[in-house]
């Protein structure tokens, strides 16, 4: 991972705590976490919080810092786990690439996890996490595709009557690709939670 000239001088850390509900809350992550910042001489840090299940793919918190990422505003992310930011395998391969495409380090303190000086043990421990999150994906792509090939070959028509046979054919080969609905919400232009309903209705039938 490279970084630039800016990065060595005073990096600019995101701090991400996340809690899964409103019974728990973020001081224990929290003091960890500015302990650690304190140790390494990290003073320019943001915090990030969010209350949501692991599991949950909107997160408010999160969408928010990874626009800053996306926009160059941040060098390092800082979470006290790697659980804590990826609900998935699938997702962590996601939010891995995203970091070094934007040259962004991850630092996880409690599982030894810092990318923010070259740690070759940090990158191959993360390399590896990548490589069996991609396969999962891949697994997961190729189910769909049977899947849906199955489902054809039966006959059974995919979508509901009040939706155009292309949309909903559209829908299922996206889906086949591994996309996500929110990012087949956004390359056809159509509302996040007809995506997410036609996706139920086309795995029901499959």
């Known amino acids: 991972m490279i970084f630039s000239d800016s990065f ?3 990096p600019k850390v995101a701090a991400y705590l996340r809690v899964s ?4 809350v973020h001081d224990s992550q929290e003091a ?18 969010d ?14 810092l990874m626009q800053k990422v996306r926009r160059g505003k941040v060098d390092i992310i800082l979470a006290y786990k790697l659980d804590r930011v ?14 070094q495409v934007n040259r962004v380090a991850l630092v996880c303190p409690s599982q030894g ?36 090939t199955a489902a054809k070959a039966r006959g059974v028509i995919l979508g509901r009557p009040s939706k155009s ?8 080969e996206l889906v086949a690709e591994g996309l996500s609905a929110r990012a087949i919400s956004a390359s056809l232009k ?15 039938k499959i």
């Open 113 to 148: 996890i810092d990318t923010s000086n070259g740690n070759p043990a940090a990158h191959l421990q993360l390399n590896i996490l990548g490589a069996v999150a991609q396969f999962e994906r891949e697994l997961i792509t190729e189910r769909v595709r049977s899947g849906i």
């Open 21 to 24: 509900t409103d019974n728990q």
């Open 8 to 10: 060595f001088m005073e």
């Open 51 to 64: 209350i949501a299940s692991g599991s949950r793919q909107d997160r408010q918190g999160l969408n928010d």
């Open 86 to 99: 990826a609900r998935s395998l699938s997702h962590l391969a996601q939010f891995i690439a995203e970091l």
């Open 165 to 172: 046979d292309k949309r909903t054919r559209q829908i299922a």
């Open 190 to 204: 159509i509302p996040y939670s007809t995506v997410t309903e036609l996706i139920r209705e086309i795995r029901a």
């Open 32 to 49: 960890e976490l500015r302990d650690y910042c304190a140790r390494r001489g990290w003073a320019n840090v943001q915090w990030w919080r």
